[in-house]
Structure formats: C-alpha cells, structure tokens
C-alpha cells in the first residue's frame, strides 16, 4: 500500500503552473505555496519531462511501461524456474522407472 500523499495534486499541479508561467525560481514558489522545495521540484522536473522539454529524464509513461516489464519479465523468469525444476524433478521420475 502507498504512502499516502504529504500535498494535495492540486496544490503541487499549481506550484508546477506558477514555476513555469512566473519564471520564479522553484524555492519561492514552494515557499509561497508552503511545500517543500524539493517536493516541487521533483513535480517541475516530472512535468517538464512529460512535456518533452526534458529528453534526460523518463516521461511518466516511459517510466510505468519499465515498471510493467520489470514485473513482467519478474513473472516469467519464477515460472522459468518452476519449469525447470518441474523438469528436473519428472525426468528423474522417468529415469528411475527405466532402471527397473
């Protein structure tokens, strides 16, 4: 279960607006705002990469399908290893009954 949120979507989405319409830097918009400065721009850096003004960092949709094929390849490589052992496991069965 996540953690949940220290600042409302709402407020973080309108520091993001306010940094990118003002041209502020980041620290007095989270000040004036009241959140903290690297939570912001964390959110900043998020919507530029989003917005392709940022090709250095992964866009939130890179960022999900890397996460899916993580867990994807998590999930094929524990059923590999069951395969395997359920091979091992029947070609025993199957060598000791041809010794007898």
Known sequence: MPRPKKYPDE???????????SGRP???????????????RKRVRRAEADSGARTDLLSTAEREEIRRLRKENFELRRANEILKSA???FAKELDTDRTK
């Open 11 to 21: 407020l973080m989405e309108r520091g993001v607006r306010l940094v990118f319409e």
């Open 26 to 40: 980041i620290a007095r918009v989270a000040a004036d705002l009241g959140v903290h400065h690297e939570a912001l």
């Open 87 to 89: 091979s091992v496991f």
